[in-house]
């Protein structure tokens, strides 16, 4: 991802999220919707998590990883369909509800 499209329209826009956002941005990353977990799949999908998480970090963004996450549930239930079931979301709104109450107790608390 150094070099290519992606990047550069990524980048752009967290130039504009950025000139609207009071608040801290959060970036939740990829899951694996094939339901296939063969090791170049799981390259694959690491490999864009960890460039994700790196220009998320270069930018001061939150990156949620939850990758592993929705790997180690049963979230894809529906081999005719990509989207996760409602577990999965579920799972993803209490990672980030996790780390908004870590982010909040922190500014509170550790001023």
Do not use: R
Not at 77 to 84: A, E, G, L, S
């Amino acid at each position: 991802m150094e070099n290519d499209e992606k990047k550069v329209d990524l980048e752009s826009l967290i130039v504009e999220l950025k000139k609207y956002s009071i608040n801290d941005i959060i970036f939740i990353g990829y899951y694996n919707p094939l339901q296939t977990y063969t090791s170049d799949v799981d390259e694959y999908f690491c490999y864009i998590n960890e460039k994700l998480s790196n220009l998320m970090k270069n930018n001061n963004i939150v990156y949620l990883d939850i990758y592993e996450e929705i790997k180690a549930g049963d979230y894809l239930d529906n081999p005719k369909n990509y989207h996760i079931n409602t577990n999965g979301y579920l799972k993803i709104a209490n990672l980030l509800l996790k780390y908004l109450e870590k982010a909040w107790f922190n500014k509170i608390y550790l001023l």
